[in-house]
């Protein structure tokens, strides 16, 4: 849910038309995980004092696409600290265009 602040901003067509772009360059998929995409994440944070910047706001390298658990990660600092709650399946293009499940890798510990 938007901030009071950025409110307008994201109800605006601009934003809209971006939002769409950049899910459209990361073909729907999750750049974290590869799960279908619902969000469009600023990797630099919008902030009252930049929200009338475009170069922040709609800057498509300052954007991309993340699944709503991604999101809520990168929003919590899970990613920052090496964590996932995802331990559900990823998704992948096959060799003929059609998105399909792939098992989640498993990650090995690192010998110490």
């Not at 998929?29 to 922040?56: F, Q, W």
């Not at 800057?59 to 990168?74: A, G, V």
């Amino acid at each position: 849910m938007a901030r009071n602040f950025a409110k307008a901003f994201y109800n605006s067509k601009e934003w809209e038309t971006t939002r769409k772009s950049v899910l459209m360059r990361d073909r729907f998929l999750c750049v974290k995980c590869g799960r279908p995409a619902e969000e469009v994440h600023h990797k630099k944070h919008i902030t009252p004092e930049n929200i009338g910047d475009p170069s922040i706001t709609l800057n498509m390298d300052n954007l991309e696409s993340l699944c709503k658990d991604c999101h809520f990660n990168e929003h919590r600092g899970e990613h920052a600290k090496g964590l996932s709650t995802n331990d559900e399946y990823g998704y992948e293009f096959d060799e003929n265009g059609y998105l399909q499940k792939v098992a989640p890798v498993q990650l090995i510990p690192p010998l110490i």
